[in-house]
């Protein structure tokens, strides 16, 4: 036991060397004029795409899995280039939209606000149902800025370097953040944001380990954490899907959409499943209008064989 805490406490020279160049690149990016961020975007995702082929593989996979055969080989391959070009530019294109005073991310247009507001309006919180569509980063910092009470469910750096650093910047854009362990802790504070009426800002598209649920994800089932359902379920929190929609180059509009209705009934296992299977279905449709924009590289069904022999519990 005392080999593995040291193993773990062991100085690795080349993560301090990869997180102190990472703080750099990003401190970088913070100065430079938008023209050089857009040239360094398309040559690092170019790069990636070449020489990335797990990446590759994985986004081909999952898009052979969405679409089967309603797209061709090159329609496909396009997607996947696209979204891994996406994933840079929304990271590299951060900075530049977080210069002080912020002006540039506090605005950006939200289409469909009156949704939001009014599900403020209620005193039950919202739930924002999330993704990896769009720079979803900035959705946060500028709903933040814009004095918007939302928080969000975050996993932590290990590198105390990069930890300390993010902190610091989510500190200057006033973004609350919930980190995901411990997790009861995690769960008490996001259960008490929503009691005060706030926003709980939570991406429910990816893989999930420990307690999970199976919920079909574009006809497989994958697995999805039933913790956000139950505090549905608890508070009679509203719940909204938003996602950050690209126009283009440093053009990007925040889009909320209605509220979605939730019927809840005595059997508390059913209405978690039909709460996540209702999610999915909306988060199907977002990634379908923002193909390019989604995260194909993600191994979303990673954990889906657990589920191969299970029946829904879905409503008959």
Same mark, same amino acid.
């Not at 309006?121 to 004095?147: D, I, K, Q, Y």
């Not at 598209?205 to 359902?229: N, S, Y």
């Given at each position: 036991?005392?080999?593995?805490?040291?193993?773990?406490?062991?100085?690795?020279?080349?993560?301090?060397?990869?997180?102190?160049?990472?703080?750099?690149?990003?401190?970088?990016?913070?100065?430079?004029?938008?023209?050089?961020?857009?040239?360094?975007?398309?040559?690092?995702?170019?790069?990636?795409?070449?020489?990335?082929?797990?990446?590759?593989?994985?986004?081909?996979?999952?898009?052979?899995?969405?679409?089967?055969?309603?797209?061709?080989?090159?329609?496909?391959?396009?997607?996947?280039?696209?979204?891994?070009?996406?994933?840079?530019?929304?990271?590299?294109? *951060? +900075?530049?939209?977080?210069?002080? %005073?912020?002006?540039? =991310? $506090?605005? /950006?247009?939200?289409? !469909?606000?009156?949704? @939001?507001?009014?599900?403020?309006?209620?005193?039950?919180?919202?739930?924002?149902?999330?993704?990896?569509?769009?720079?979803?980063?900035?959705?946060?910092?500028?709903?933040?800025?814009?004095?918007?009470?939302?928080?969000?469910?975050?996993?932590?750096?290990?590198?105390?370097?990069?930890?300390?650093?993010?902190?610091?910047?989510?500190?200057?854009?006033?973004?609350?953040?919930?980190?995901?362990?411990?997790?009861?802790?995690?769960?008490?504070?996001?259960?008490?944001?929503?009691?005060?009426?706030?926003?709980?800002?939570?991406?429910?598209?990816?893989?999930?380990?420990?307690?999970?649920?199976?919920?079909?994800? *574009? +006809?497989?089932?994958?697995?999805? %954490?039933?913790?956000? =359902? $139950?505090? /549905?379920?608890?508070? !009679?929190?509203?719940? @909204?899907?938003?996602?950050?929609?690209?126009?283009?180059?440093?053009?990007?509009?925040?889009?909320?959409?209605?509220?979605?209705?939730?019927?809840?009934?005595?059997?508390?296992?059913?209405?978690?499943?039909?709460?996540?299977?209702?999610?999915?279905?909306?988060?199907?449709?977002?990634?379908?209008?923002?193909?390019?924009?989604?995260?194909?590289?993600?191994?979303?069904?990673?954990?889906?064989?657990?589920?191969?022999?299970?029946?829904?519990?879905?409503?008959?």
């Amino acid at each position: 036991m005392q080999n593995e805490e040291r193993k773990k406490k062991a100085f690795n020279p080349f993560k301090y060397i990869l997180s102190y160049i990472s703080i750099c690149v990003f401190y970088l990016f913070f100065k430079m004029p938008a023209f050089l961020v857009i040239f360094l975007t398309e040559a690092t995702g170019l790069i990636i795409w070449m020489l990335g082929l797990s990446l590759r593989f994985q986004a081909m996979r999952n898009l052979r899995l969405v679409y089967g055969d309603k797209l061709t080989r090159k329609e496909l391959k396009a997607i996947a280039r696209s979204s891994i070009k996406h994933i840079v530019r929304m990271f590299l294109e *951060f +900075g530049y939209y977080l210069r002080p %005073p912020f002006e540039v =991310a $506090e605005e /950006i247009p939200i289409e !469909g606000e009156e949704y @939001l507001k009014e599900a403020l309006e209620g005193g039950r919180g919202v739930l924002a149902v999330g993704s990896h569509v769009g720079n979803f980063m900035l959705l946060l910092c500028s709903l933040s800025l814009r004095g918007y009470p939302i928080s969000f469910l975050y996993k932590e750096p290990k590198d105390e370097r990069v930890k300390n650093y993010v902190r610091r910047l989510q500190e200057k854009i006033k973004l609350k953040v919930i980190p995901v362990k411990p997790r009861n802790e995690a769960a008490a504070r996001s259960k008490s944001t929503l009691e005060k009426g706030e926003i709980l800002w939570v991406a429910l598209d990816q893989d999930t380990r420990g307690r999970a649920v199976g919920v079909e994800f *574009f +006809g497989v089932k994958a697995t999805m %954490p039933p913790g956000p =359902a $139950e505090l /549905i379920a608890e508070t !009679g929190a509203a719940v @909204l899907p938003m996602y950050m929609r690209r126009n283009g180059w440093m053009d990007h509009t925040i889009v909320v959409k209605k509220p979605l209705k939730i019927n809840l009934t005595s059997d508390e296992e059913k209405d978690v499943y039909n709460i996540l299977k209702r999610i999915n279905e909306e988060l199907e449709e977002i990634i379908l209008a923002n193909p390019k924009e989604w995260w194909w590289v993600h191994r979303r069904w990673k954990r889906a064989y657990k589920y191969e022999d299970d029946p829904a519990l879905g409503e008959d």
